[in-house]
């Protein structure tokens, strides 16, 4: 049944169809876990002991810095079903990831200046951390240029792809910069393996916040999919007719 499932959602008209549906299911949870985690955040939450206001704009910055990551292994992993497998939905997935993970790591190196103006005494130094992740911002940047500089959009795939699987090896660099290297950055607090050093007020914000940019991730790629989608499959018979439906 479960085999049958991703069969059929490897077709492009199902998912059309099946993600249609899923995207208002996913949409309203986003919507209230955004505007709960921002409440919690900005209101409920207390000062910090050493940061006072300053540090509400992690509520931010830090799920953005994650979805950075996080949609870049999405990326790539597509990539890598789309090469071995030729599918197009992964092709799909892997292009309408990028743009959206490019946007992620963008507001997380924006928000990462904001914050570190007041801590740092600058918007910006060349700490590990941040430079890694400016080159994470490079790396999706790569991916779109390159996708729209080869017409054919199989042959597009396949070299974003390998670009995109060659890019994975910035990840643990990003993750582990902080273990790695003397960094300004602060080290984990949240992803600790005894227990996270972070007043529960504060956390239980943060994981709503993390959450709900998960979900729009998850509403967001599926729109774009479907876009893209319509645009690969606009000759075949099914787009046909969905038009002519409408």
Not at 71 to 93: F, R, S
Not at 136 to 149: K, P, Q, S, T
Not at 154 to 172: E, F
Request: net charge positive.
């Amino acid at each position: 049944m479960i085999s049958r499932f991703f069969h059929q959602l490897g077709s492009p008209r199902y998912f059309y169809r099946f993600s249609g549906r899923l995207i208002p299911w996913l949409a309203v949870p986003c919507a209230v876990l955004m505007l709960a985690g921002l409440y919690q955040g900005l209101v409920v939450a207390p000062p910090d002991y050493q940061q006072g206001e300053s540090y509400r704009i992690m509520f931010v910055h830090v799920p953005s810095a994650w979805m950075s990551l996080f949609i870049y292994i999405v990326m790539a992993a597509a990539g890598a079903i789309a090469l071995i497998w030729h599918m197009k939905l992964a092709e799909v997935i892997a292009i309408s990831s990028a743009h959206i993970g490019a946007s992620f790591t963008f507001l997380a190196l924006i928000t990462g200046s904001i914050w570190g103006k007041p801590m740092w005494g600058t918007w910006w130094v060349w700490d590990a951390r941040l430079t890694s992740e400016l080159i994470l911002l490079f790396l999706y940047l790569g991916v779109i240029a390159l996708h729209n500089a080869i017409d054919d959009k199989r042959t597009a795939a396949r070299a974003t792809a390998i670009l995109s699987i060659v890019g994975v090896v910035n990840i643990p660099i990003i993750h582990y910069s902080v273990e790695w290297w003397n960094t300004l950055h602060q080290g984990p607090t949240v992803t600790k393996f005894d227990a996270p050093s972070i007043d529960i007020r504060m956390l239980i914000p943060l994981l709503l916040m993390a959450v709900a940019f998960k979900l729009y991730y998850a509403v967001v790629v599926l729109m774009r999919a479907r876009c893209e989608l319509l645009e690969r499959e606009r000759n075949t018979q099914w787009v046909t007719e969905l038009v002519e439906s409408k």
